[in-house]
T-cell receptor, first 111, second 115 residues
């Protein structure tokens, strides 16, 4: 079993839709939870991060963490074609530097 | 303010040759991380280095792979006697200091193709 599971998609939605991206994890020692966006042929860029259960909002993006269920989500409201990318969840341990990534979900927003 | 610079962007090597990948961290960053991304997979941690020190190499294959971050110059990921399975995108990230998992900045990667 992988430490972090993420549906690779692809996911295709119309412009303006609400997008929900999810990851599950098996290691309860994870303390940090992040979402990265990766455009084709580019490096990942950090979108959202949190270390506690609950919701965190930043503009059109909301990150949600449920530690009891070992489940994290990223919601994108009013999705735009420019949001088309691969979204990677990542998790880290207290005191450690390395991140464990999900496989990534390829998202396409259709105009 | 240049970001994390990786070169070359694309590298083609024949089986058995050596591949050298370079990473210059962001200005002011003294911590470097290497990750590998195989086709259709997420990033896998390889190694974490500070200047002149390897801190965590738990993700490095035991043979043929090595990394360094000298006092002067870029960090180097070296793959000896490359095989087809080494074909992947290799990403470097840097951060200002320890405990900065939020502060990672990734480069655009080096895409290695072994023919």
């Amino acid at each position: 079993q992988k430490e972090v599971e993420q549906d690779p998609g692809p996911l295709s939605v119309p412009e303006g839709a609400i997008v929900s991206l999810n990851c599950t994890y098996s290691n309860s020692a994870f303390q940090y939870f992040m979402w990265y966006r990766q455009y084709s042929r580019k490096g990942p860029e950090l979108l959202m991060y949190t270390y506690s259960s609950g919701n965190k909002e930043d503009g059109r993006f909301t990150a949600q963490v449920d530690k009891s269920s070992k489940y994290i989500s990223l919601f994108i409201r009013d999705s735009q074609p420019s949001d088309s990318a691969t979204y990677l969840c990542a998790m880290g341990f207290q005191g450690a530097q390395k991140l464990v990534f999900g496989q990534g979900t390829r998202l396409t927003i259709n105009p | 303010n240049a970001g994390v610079m990786q070169n070359p962007r694309h590298l083609v090597r024949r089986r058995g040759q050596e591949a050298r990948l370079r990473c210059s961290p962001m200005k002011g960053h003294s911590h470097v991380y290497w990750y590998r991304q195989l086709p259709e997979e997420g990033l896998k941690f390889m190694v974490y280095l500070q200047k002149e020190n390897i801190i965590d190499e738990s993700g490095m294959p035991k043979e043929r792979f090595s990394a360094e971050f000298p006092k002067e110059g870029p960090s180097i990921l070296r793959i000896q006697q490359v095989v087809r399975g080494d074909s992947a995108a290799y990403f470097c990230a840097s951060s200002p200091g320890q405990g900065d998992v939020y502060g990672y900045t990734f480069g655009s990667g080096t895409r290695l193709t072994v023919v």
